[in-house]
């Protein structure tokens, strides 16, 4: 990958000295330079039906409209719009490869935290 296809996640407590913080830091999913902040929760039927689409018996309809719902809702209400238009409009495109990192990128924090039922 070219470095202007850098994805990358922030974590706020990088930034922050060693203090006490009142809730979750905020996290951000950068994505050619801009920075989309992530959700705190996704549903846990979202993350169950990303899981699901990694099965090969699933047909490929399925899986892509899993990922592109995952993709939808790891992303902030405020920032979703701009992130969907940067996947949609890039230039130059971005591919599967990239699209595969920015997925991956995305999973392995949200993975890490509690979903909502």
Do not use: Y
């Amino acid at each position: 990958m070219s470095d202007d296809k850098v994805v990358t996640v922030h974590n706020a407590l990088d930034a922050l000295e060693a203090e006490a913080v009142p809730e979750a830091p905020a996290l951000t999913l950068e994505v050619r330079g801009e920075h989309f902040h992530l959700v705190k929760e996704v549903p846990a039927i979202v993350m169950l039906r990303l899981s699901a689409a990694g099965d090969s018996k699933t047909p490929p309809a399925k899986q892509m409209s899993a990922i592109v719902t995952f993709l939808e809702r790891v992303i902030v209400e405020d920032d979703r719009e701009d992130f969907m238009a940067l996947l949609e409009d890039a230039e130059p495109v971005i591919d599967f490869e990239e699209l595969s990192s920015i997925l991956e990128a995305a999973t392995e924090v949200i993975a890490g935290r509690p979903t909502q039922p």
